[in-house]
T-cell receptor, first 111, second 121 residues
Framework: GEDVEQSLFLSVREGDSSVINCTYTDSSSTYLYWYKQEPGAGLQLLTY?????DMKQDQRLTVLLNKKDKHLSLRIADTQTGDSAIYFC???????????FGTGTRLLVSP | GAVVSQHPSWVICKSGTSVKIECRSL??????MFWYRQFPKQSLMLMATSNEGSKATYEQGVEKDKFLINHASLTLSTLTVTSAHPEDSSFYIC?????????????????FGPGTRLTVL
């Protein structure tokens, strides 16, 4: 099945780290992605991880993948008010050539 | 690079009319484009996969006669919402793959348009 779950809301203070979690059910994914969506806008790819990796770091972003538990997380270091947005994880379903998106996590960063 | 545009960015129409939304890849050729629908405070739901020169593949539950998709060139796909009703009001987002890897970071990466907000009165 294709079911990708995220917690709905996360609130942090500026300068803190944010951790957004995602669980998925389909183990055939080749890539897992994190997208950012600002109000009324399309999606911006933040980072991705290949399914045979455990971790990927990209500047302030760290992605952790636990394939055994089908758990993906995105850590944003030194979170800024400009990071306030909705974050979606997505998996690329092998063979179907399509993305299945998570439910989205609304991140609110307060000064 | 890897810019995908949508037109219009927003549209308001009367119930019963048809609305066409365009999705263009501006600096790369996209053999495959995707159309998503997003309700307020919800995730993106894939509606259909549009392949250049062939019929679109619709997801389960999406009416192909209501949501007409045409992908006549490698840079343009259109979604026409026919006989629109208030329940069709939504945010429609397209995306495009860059199959030749001109701009891709990851295999099968999709580049998203800015979305079109449709309001049906």
């Amino acid at each position: 099945g294709e079911d990708v779950e995220q917690s709905l809301f996360l609130s942090v203070r500026e300068g803190d780290s944010s951790v957004i979690n995602c669980t998925y059910t389909d183990s055939s994914s080749t890539y897992l992605y994190w997208y950012k969506q600002e109000p009324g806008a399309g999606l911006q790819l933040l980072t991705y991880i290949f399914s045979n990796m455990d971790m990927k770091q990209d500047q302030r972003l760290t992605v952790l993948l636990n394939k055994k538990d089908k758990h993906l997380s995105l850590r944003i270091a030194d979170t800024q008010t400009g990071d306030s947005a909705i974050y979606f994880c997505a998996e690329d379903i092998l063979g179907f050539q399509k993305l299945v998106f998570g439910t989205g996590t609304r991140l609110l960063v307060s000064p | 690079g890897a810019v995908v545009s949508q037109h219009p960015s927003w549209v308001i129409c009367k119930s019963g009319t048809s609305v066409k939304i365009e999705c263009r890849s501006l600096d790369f050729q996209a053999t495959t484009m995707f159309w998503y629908r997003q309700f307020p405070k919800q995730s993106l739901m894939l509606m259909a996969t549009s392949n250049e020169g062939s019929k679109a593949t619709y997801e389960q539950g999406v009416e192909k006669d209501k949501f007409l998709i045409n992908h006549a060139s490698l840079t343009l796909s259109t979604l026409t919402v026919t006989s629109a009703h208030p329940e069709d009001s939504s945010f429609y987002i397209c995306s495009a793959r860059d199959p030749w890897g001109v701009y891709r970071e990851a295999t099968n990466e999709q580049f998203f348009g800015p979305g079109t907000r449709l309001t049906v009165l």
